[in-house]
């Protein structure tokens, strides 16, 4: 049921919450000029709730210089592409990018709206889901219907359980985790056409002074055919020790971590794993107590053979290892190592 509870930012007010809405909105990203990975993957999402419950699927894009990715998405999906293009975004702005959503959104009638869970979607989507007074569901990395009712999937607690949401407002907000739907591969036949909105709007709540480009992604673990990565469960920093012992077994290989350990300062974040780290793809990512939480599988999961070694038996990072050991690593890497020594 609709609640009646007043928004505080719902600038909107009540007449877009009366409105009819029949549209899937993505919120498109770039990579560079062309269309990100995620922005696909939301397309994925999308024709799994029209299946469900018939409705259009829109894109918008906002940003500067967005010509060039609106019609790459165009031209892959064959469908229309509004993009906004504002020079005020010239250095990415929060308040601003969320003005122009809100002043974009209600003409392309949304019931819902997609994101990435990405660190764009993860800044937007909360505050975008509060002006709009919709419902908001983040993480979602699946989608079934129930009695015909849309049911979001996300997981909590490092993995170990697995939420179903359903939407209870008339608008909802979405963000899908990386990697979990998969992009459609099918060529289009028409070429979809792009719509061009220029923008001048600058939020007067706040000003981007620069951007700072985080380092690079450390060479070392793009190009090692074997990843040894250590997580919380390792207990303490002297045991990076026997990590790097590990590792020095296998050519070609590099050490990383999870982010709790960089978070520590144990290791440098340009080798931390994950959402909102590297994404690798070696021969074999070895896994030593990692719980497997998504943020932390979605950078490791196309990783050719995965070991993990854990305390525990139920951890989420044996749903996606080749071979799983249970238990406890100050135990098995040494014998490991051992057993290597006499190979
Ligand atoms: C927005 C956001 C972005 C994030 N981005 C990332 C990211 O990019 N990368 C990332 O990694 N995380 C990320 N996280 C954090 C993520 O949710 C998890 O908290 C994190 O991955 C957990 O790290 P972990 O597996 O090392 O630790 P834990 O979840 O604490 O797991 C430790 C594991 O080690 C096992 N263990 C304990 N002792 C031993 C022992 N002696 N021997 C063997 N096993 C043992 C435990 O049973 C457990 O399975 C993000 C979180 C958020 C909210």
Not at 3 to 16: D, H, I, L, Y
Not at 18 to 34: F, L, N, P, S, Y
Not at 244 to 269: H, I, K, N
Request: with cysteine; aromatic share 6%; hydrophobic share 40%.
């Amino acid at each position: 049921m609709e609640s009646s509870r007043k928004w505080p930012f719902c600038e909107q007010g009540t007449e877009f919450m009366k409105k009819t809405r029949d549209a899937v909105v993505i919120i498109a990203e770039a990579q560079g000029d062309e269309t990100a990975p995620i922005t696909l993957e939301l397309l994925a999402l999308a024709r799994e709730i029209q299946l469900a419950q018939p409705c259009k699927i829109r894109f918008l894009m906002v940003g500067h210089g967005t010509e060039a990715t609106a019609r790459d998405l165009a031209r892959r999906t064959g469908r229309e592409v509004v993009a906004v293009e504002a020079e005020t975004l010239r250095d990415y702005n929060t308040e601003t990018c969320l003005e122009i959503l809100q002043e974009h959104l209600p003409g392309l009638s949304p019931r819902f709206v997609l994101m990435g869970q990405t660190p764009r979607g993860m800044d937007l989507a909360p505050r975008l889901a509060v002006r709009l007074g919709a419902g908001c569901i983040t993480g979602v990395d699946a989608l079934c219907v129930e009695e015909g009712e849309l049911r979001f999937s996300r997981t909590a607690f490092g993995g170990k359980i697995s939420l179903q949401m359903a939407p209870a407002r008339s608008i909802t907000v979405v963000t899908a985790t990386p990697g979990a739907f998969t992009a459609p591969q099918e060529s289009v036949s028409s070429q979809g056409t792009v719509r061009l909105v220029s923008s001048a709007r600058r939020s007067a709540r706040s000003r981007t002074l620069g951007i700072i480009e985080a380092p690079r992604q450390e060479r070392g673990l793009s190009e090692a055919d074997v990843i040894v990565a250590a997580g919380r469960g390792i207990g303490t920093r002297e045991n990076l020790a026997l990590i790097e012992r590990l590792a020095s077994v296998f050519p070609r290989s590099a050490v990383a971590a999870s982010r709790p350990l960089c978070d520590q300062g144990w290791m440098d974040y340009p080798r931390q794993v994950g959402l909102t780290g590297a994404t690798v793809s070696p021969k074999l990512y070895f896994a030593c107590g990692i719980s497997g939480a998504v943020q932390h599988a979605v950078g490791m999961q196309g990783s050719g053979f995965i070991v993990a070694v854990s305390r525990d038996p139920h951890a989420a990072i044996f749903r996606i290892a080749d071979v799983c050991v249970v238990d406890d690593l100050e135990a098995f890497i040494p014998a490991f190592l051992a057993l290597c020594r006499e190979e």
